[in-house]
């Protein structure tokens, strides 16, 4: 059915914000929520713009209270916010790892919460979640994004076993490496004569590299265009190269020792 009413979460920046121009490309009504559209960040091509912060119960309500007043409906929504400081465990200070929860897992809750009960009387939606290849295996010092990613993986699957039977579908997307993200979510916690210091300075470059030499992000946004348009949407939604795939097949394939001894290796 071409025309859904879209909200995409966190589409100021990166893939949220492909998502929402490659859904209004196809013909979808695409509410783009973010934070920096309320001090006059330009919306997504053929988006609509809403001020939208995750972490806060008031401005998630209002943004979807504002979407069913105007449509009278949300078909889909897409849950793209995300932030992560990149650390070693050790150090990561526990407000850090709780603000990574409230606006990765908690953020997309909230949404969820809000937006359910409409598509529960409607007959239907589909909500779209953003995890990563880092919800299926860890890489050093994203440990605690990988943990955001993999607690999504856990919230979508149960989500999608309660809410099939309202007629409402939920898609986890898995991209790898995405060139685009913003910096300014791009963050790194390291003390001073850190023990790790070395070790970091090169797991963060090469993670730096890998990201800036990822897919473009309209890779993602096309492939979830064409997800949120299927009558049967996937439940999984990998988007990643052959190598990125590679090492996901690894981690299921091989003993957990020696693929943290892979990772370890071509982190250093
Ligand atoms: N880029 C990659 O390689 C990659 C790979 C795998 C998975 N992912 C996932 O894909 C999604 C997008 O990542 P990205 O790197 O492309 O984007 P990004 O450039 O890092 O953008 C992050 C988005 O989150 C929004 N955001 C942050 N805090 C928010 C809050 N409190 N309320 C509302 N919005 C908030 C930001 O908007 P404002 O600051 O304007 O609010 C921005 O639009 C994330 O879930 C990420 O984990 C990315």
Redesign the pocket.
Known sequence: MPGKIALV??????????VAECLAAAGHRVYA?????AQG?EPPKGCQALA?????DNSVRAAVGEIISREGRIDVLV??????TMAPLEELPAETLADMMN??LL?DARCVQAALPRMRTQGGGHIVL?????GLFSIPFQGA?SAT?HAIEAYSQALSQETRRFGIRVTV??????????Q???LTHIEENSPYGEAFRAGTQKIHHD?SH?LP?ER?GRAVARAVGKKRPPARLVVASLEQRFGAWLHILLPRGLFNRIMEAYYR
Do not use: I
């Open positions: 979460a966190g589409a100021s920046s990166g893939l949220g914000r492909a929520g973010a934070r920096s559209f960040k939208l912060d995750v972490t806060d849950c793209c916010a995300a932030t992560f606006v990765n953020g953003f995890s990563s290849l880092n994004y990613k997307v898995e991209p790898g490496d995405c060139r685009g993200g913003s300014r979510y791009r990201e990822g992000p993602v």
